[in-house]
């Protein structure tokens, strides 16, 4: 299946690519900006996220935490996670065929990849972005990791659109992978023609 980066296309960046750099950009004033004490626990925040090692999430395909592995993949998880998170199966190219999204963190860098059919081979890699933009108060003295991925099926995405406007989406036929940053704002990739959509999600 072709597959084509929302974030860049050659040496070109796309609406996608622009959007994650100012965010990028504005996450990385803001904590140039904090002061030292703050800074110091945005610091410490950011090495107590917690990452599972592929192999301990439940049901994820061995096929599949290899690859992780391979890669050097963990999987970062939210401060507010009761179970394993940010490895999801839904129908995320057509209906009915099985795909996993997994949120593979390297280095403090994460992407989702995303493995056809559950297939290791040739997964889609979208939106990469640092880990310690996703860092929030959580509770009056905790900062925690926010970003979590779901399964969007169409009431969400056509509810998502119908309020805030945004990108009108193509006829929804599948899921699409919302890409939240808890308690915030969420987008909704979408996979249609070949490239994935930025749709909008919560708000």
């Not at 959007?19 to 410490?44: H, N, V």
């Not at 592995?69 to 999987?75: L, P, S």
Request: proline share 6%; hydrophobic share 40%.
């Amino acid at each position: 299946m072709p597959v084509t980066d929302l974030e860049t296309k050659g040496n070109r960046v796309t609406r996608g690519g622009r959007i994650s750099a100012l965010l990028a950009f504005a996450a990385a004033a803001s904590f140039a900006q904090l002061p030292t004490a703050r800074k110091q626990q945005f610091d410490e925040a950011e090495r107590r996220i917690v990452r599972l090692s592929p192999a301990s999430v439940p049901g994820l395909p061995g096929n599949i935490v290899r690859e992780l592995q391979r890669r050097g993949c963990t999987i970062p998880q939210t401060a507010y996670a009761k179970k394993a998170e940010n490895a999801i199966r839904g129908e995320f190219a057509r209906p009915g065929q099985a795909d996993w999204a997994v949120l593979c963190s390297v280095q403090g860098l994460s992407s989702i990849l995303v493995f056809w059919s559950g297939s290791e081979k040739s997964p889609a890699e979208i939106a990469p972005m640092e880990d310690r933009i996703f860092l929030q108060g959580v509770t009056a003295g905790q900062i925690g990791y926010s970003r979590a991925l779901g399964a969007a099926g169409r009431d969400f995405i056509m509810r998502h659109y119908d309020a805030y406007g945004g990108p009108k989406p193509p006829p929804i036929e599948h899921q699409g992978i919302d890409d939240a940053f808890v308690g915030k704002a969420s987008v909704t990739w979408y996979f249609h023609g070949g490239k994935w959509l930025k749709l909008t999600g919560a708000d």
